[in-house]
Structure formats: structure tokens, C-alpha cells
């Protein structure tokens, strides 16, 4: 008897951490989507193709590619980055699927971050992106995919900027 009464109480022991949970901390969400997309930024730094092309490049046709946005809501944030998912996912580029896991676990924490500031959950866009993309990779496709790095670099380099500035969706 007396052992169903200790495993009781070793039971209640264990359950003690749970009744003791804290609510996620906003800075601590920002921190970690910071310090990914400057991660994220260092891996692209780091990407072959950045070595074979100026960084200067004017190129015309590569407008359905993000380009020097101000990126101050959490929404646009995750809009710009899910343009930028599916065109790195649709381009034949070499070493970036470990880029494409980092911006979905970068969206993940700006949704989650926007829930618990209490904003509506963003239906995904319908954009002509794909479209766009193959018939100008078609065109010239090294350029294409160092334009949509470099982009993307600059809009990382947004998001860590204006992260810690987020007060609305």
C-alpha cells in the first residue's frame, strides 16, 4: 500500500513543473528570428554564386523580385519571405535547401509572434511570381538567381532592422 502512495506522490512531483509554465516572451521570439536571419544573411554571403557576379548588378525584368522595401509589419515580413521561398524553391540552385529550412523556421517565428500580439493569421498571396521566373530564368539564369539572393539579403537585413521596432501586425 504503502508503494502505490509513494508512486502517487512521485507522480504529483513530476506534474509540479507543468503547473509552473510561463508564457513565451515577445523579445525572446525577436531575438530568435534575428539571430536567424542573420544567419540566414551569412549563408548566402557564403553561397557560391555570390563570388560570380558583382554585386551592383542593373538588371530590368527582375521587378516581381522583392526589392528595397521598408519591412515594419509582421505581415509584410512573411509575405516578402514567402515570395522569396518560392522563388528559391523553384530555382535550380545549388546548397539551398539549408537556406529554404532557415526562412520557414523564420516565418514560423514571425507567425508565432504575430499570434501572440494578437493578429489575424495572413492567408497565403496568389502571386505571378513562377510565371515571371521561368521565362526570365530562361533569359539569363546566373543573373536571375544572384539578383534573387542579393534581394533577399536586403531584405533580411530590413527584417533585423525594423524587428525590434514591431508594435502592430
Known amino acids: 500500500m504503502q508503494y502505490i502512495y509513494l508512486s502517487l ?39 557560391p554564386i555570390q ?20 519591412l515594419e509589419s509582421l505581415e509584410h515580413m512573411d509575405e516578402t519571405l514567402e515570395v522569396f521561398q518560392k522563388i528559391l524553391s523553384n530555382l535550380p540552385l545549388e546548397n539551398v535547401d539549408q537556406m529554404l529550412s532557415d526562412m ?7 507567425q508565432l509572434l504575430s499570434s501572440i500580439m494578437g493578429c489575424t493569421a495572413r492567408k497565403p498571396t496568389q502571386t505571378n511570381t513562377l510565371i515571371n521566373l521561368t521565362e526570365e530564368h530562361a533569359k539569363a539564369p546566373y543573373t536571375t538567381e544572384k539578383v534573387a539572393l542579393d534581394r533577399l539579403q536586403k531584405s533580411l537585413h530590413s527584417i533585423v532592422k525594423h524587428l ?3 508594435s502592430g501586425c
Open 51 to 70: 563570388f560570380m557576379f558583382p554585386s551592383n548588378l542593373k538588371i530590368s525584368g527582375l521587378e516581381f523580385i522583392p526589392d528595397e522595401q521598408l
Open 164 to 166: 525590434d521596432h514591431v
Open 9 to 47: 506522490c512521485g507522480l504529483l512531483w513530476l506534474w509540479l513543473p507543468l503547473c509552473h509554465g510561463r508564457a513565451i516572451k515577445t523579445d525572446r521570439i525577436k531575438t530568435d528570428a534575428k539571430i536567424l536571419a542573420k544567419t540566414l544573411i551569412t549563408r548566402i554571403q557564403e553561397h
Open 104 to 110: 520557414e523556421n523564420l516565418r514560423s517565428l514571425l
